[in-house]
């Protein structure tokens, strides 16, 4: 599949409809630092993926894989419990699938989260980040290829991608959490290696904040389909090219757990405000 195929989205959806009654308003895309809010989503319906007609299938151990629908602080939510990687050998149109699902079902808002590297000096491990804007060099686009106008338009533009009032609002939900949260630039590269002192020293000099290697694809097809979008980042180890340290996995992990209360803070006070 090079492309979203408008009846691949609808026989998926339709799996939906016929396991959940319900119609979501908002879509989260739970990636690290996230994964627990799906245990707080009342009256779940959990859908493995392999069970979705033309969804791919995780390969990421800490990512369960289903899609959970339920309510959250009040509005009726579609959650993806684990995301799918281009690192992993997806494609870019199977990574963004579950997003043209979202919006099939309705969903006129996407949240979603990340993991990843401190950029900025005045960044710390463990603070979040609401994401202002962000630089492509994955070097894929899922917008490649024929355009279906029942989808999107050929040309969206990236204005805003990220939705400025749902970013003052998350801040201000943080300030009165007494919970640190930057706004600033997020720059996804491929991965799976992290990346040199000299890519770190580039990507900087470039304009980024933070670096990681996802979200982009599931943003870009959002603001195509016509999606409010508000992204956070979990800055869970500090990339400063003259203080470089051999990255830990299970370090980088746990900061991410303990981040994890924080960043569910900032959503459900975020949900709490937005009208029903």
């Known amino acids: ?22 119609s979501p308003r908002i879509g989260l895309v739970l990636g690290t630092g996230l994964g627990a809010l799906a245990r707080e989503i009342e009256s779940p319906v959990a859908i493995p993926y392999p069970e979705i007609p033309h969804f791919p299938r995780s390969t990421v151990a800490s990512h369960a894989g289903q899609l959970v629908c339920g309510s959250l602080v009040g509005h009726p939510v579609m959650a993806m419990e684990g995301r799918f ?84 609002l998350a801040l201000r939900v943080a300030l009165e959490a007494n919970i640190v949260a930057h706004r600033g630039v997020y720059v996804a590269v491929t991965g799976p290696n992290l990346e040199t002192r000299a890519e770190y020293r580039f990507l900087r000099g470039i304009g980024a904040d933070v670096v990681g290697m996802s979200t982009i694809p599931e943003v870009l097809v959002a603001v195509h389909a016509g999606i409010k979008v508000l992204g956070f980042s ?11 340290e051999p990255v830990d996995i299970e370090k ?25």
């Open 234 to 244: 979990i800055v869970t180890d500090m990339c400063l090219p003259d203080a470089l």
């Open 1 to 22: 599949m090079t492309h979203h195929d408008w009846e691949h989205v609808q026989e998926a959806a339709g799996t939906v409809r016929a396991a959940w009654q319900g």
């Open 85 to 168: 990687h281009l690192y992993e050998g997806y494609t870019a149109a199977q990574v963004t699938f579950p997003i043209r699902v979202m919006k099939e079902m309705g969903c006129e808002l996407l949240i979603v989260s990340n993991a990843c590297g401190g950029l900025n000096p005045q960044f710390r491990k463990g603070d979040l980040m609401v994401i202002e804007d962000h630089i492509n060099l994955l070097g894929l686009n899922p917008l490649i290829g024929p355009n279906d106008e029942r989808l999107g338009p050929r040309f969206p533009d990236m204005i805003e991608p990220y939705d400025d009032g749902l970013q003052e």
């Open 252 to 276: 980088i992990v746990a900061v991410a757990n303990q981040a994890e209360a924080k960043l569910r803070t900032i959503v459900r006070g975020v949900l709490e405000r937005l009208p029903a």
